[in-house]
T-cell receptor, first 112, second 113 residues
């Protein structure tokens, strides 16, 4: 079962809202990722959690706040976003010592 | 620094044609990994293949085949007898073994009847 599940699939939020994106995997993977993808562009890495600890933050603005409650769950808390933050947000996970990442279907976020 | 170049922005073919997607990479790592991902309109990135830098053996999986050549820093992907369901954006990616994937800009493949 190579499945990464993301909820919600679509999200529309105002610039003053607080919302959260959720990601879940039950493959025993110990690395989890958040990527942001704008239309017609490749995914851009935002955060990496390794063994539930934040290991990479690609200088992401603080209005994006990641959280890894346990080895199967990854959240991305959103607050005071801007319209330019509208994008597809992809979660991924990978196994220890295997570099290929498996992606979820993403959350299409629109900030109005 | 690592870099992946996919020079073909968009390719259109007629069903049953063969098509090759090009990928050229740059890295200073002696050990690295190359990948191809497929992204259909639904958005999910589907993992297709991983290649290790120390394994230049080409691979075939059904209608898909991959040609890895270290001498030219290329990792090309061929779809034989293309089908409409192959229509998607294809990304080539590279990592030196850490957790960071460097993606190419993607090639939009359109397969028409």
């Amino acid at each position: 079962d190579t499945e990464v599940t993301q909820t919600p699939k679509h999200l529309v939020m105002g610039m003053t809202n607080k919302k959260s994106l959720k990601c879940e995997q039950h493959m025993g993977h110990r690395a989890m990722y958040w990527y942001k993808q704008k239309a017609k562009k490749p995914p851009e890495l935002m955060f990496v959690y390794s063994y539930e600890k934040l290991s990479i933050n690609e200088s992401v603005p603080s209005r994006f706040s990641p959280e890894c409650p346990n080895s199967s769950l990854l959240n991305l808390h959103l607050h005071a976003l801007q319209p330019e933050d509208s994008a597809l947000y992809l979660c991924a996970s990978s196994q220890d010592r295997r570099p290929e990442a498996f992606f979820g279907q993403g959350t299409r976020l629109t900030v109005v | 620094a690592q870099k992946v170049t996919q020079a073909q922005t968009e390719i259109s073919v007629v069903e049953k044609e063969d098509v090759t997607l090009d990928c050229v990479y740059e890295t200073r790592d002696t050990t690295y990994y190359l990948f191809w991902y497929k992204q259909p309109p639904s958005g999910e990135l589907v993992f297709l293949i991983r290649r290790n830098s120390f394994d230049e053996q080409n691979e075939i999986s059904g209608r898909y085949s991959w040609n890895f050549q270290k001498s030219t820093s290329s990792f090309n992907f061929t779809i034989t007898a293309s089908q409409v369901v192959d229509s998607a954006v294809y990304f080539c990616a590279l990592t030196g073994g850490g957790n960071k994937l460097t993606f190419g800009t993607g090639t939009q493949l359109k397969v028409e009847l």
